[in-house]
Nanobody, 127 residues
Framework: QVQLVESGGGLVQAGDSLRLSCTASGRTFSDYVVGWFRQAPGKEREFVAA????????VYADSVKGRFTISKDNAKNTVYLQMNTLKPEDTAVYYC????????????????????WGQGTQVTVSS
């Protein structure tokens, strides 16, 4: 399995930007579909974005389309989530997840589609 570590979270103001990083060890990200999920207090874990093994194909939840960008640098074994125009409702713990294969690559990906998870990084957006 692949070990994942997220970083880049923090406290920002509404309208600001953050870039989260997910770095893999033990395996190369070129073998993995990588996704970002988030979980706010009292809510279910929510799909945010995913990138294919090649890094060419990406998919986003409707709630973040046009604001967030996922990208993959296989040479660095790192996946990024660039978050722009942040809103208070984006406040959550953000998790990186990876799977060698998913049956369907699309916006309906769920946490059950991923088997390796990072510890999460807190993103707090103040108004």
């Amino acid at each position: 399995q692949v070990q994942l570590v997220e970083s880049g979270g923090g406290l920002v103001q509404a309208g600001d930007s953050l870039r989260l990083s997910c770095t893999a060890s033990g395996r190369t990200f070129s073998d993995y579909v990588v996704g970002w999920f988030r979980q706010a207090p009292g809510k279910e874990r929510e799909f945010v974005a995913a990138v294919s093994r090649s890094g060419i194909n990406v998919v986003y939840a409707d709630s973040v389309k046009g604001r967030f960008t996922i990208s993959k640098d296989n040479a660095k074994n790192t996946v990024y989530l660039q978050m722009n125009t942040l809103k208070p409702e984006d406040t959550a713990v953000y998790y990186c997840a990876a799977s060698m294969y998913v049956g369907h690559f699309g916006a309906r990906l769920g946490s059950a589609d991923f088997r390796s998870w990072g510890q999460g990084t807190q993103v707090t957006v103040s108004s």
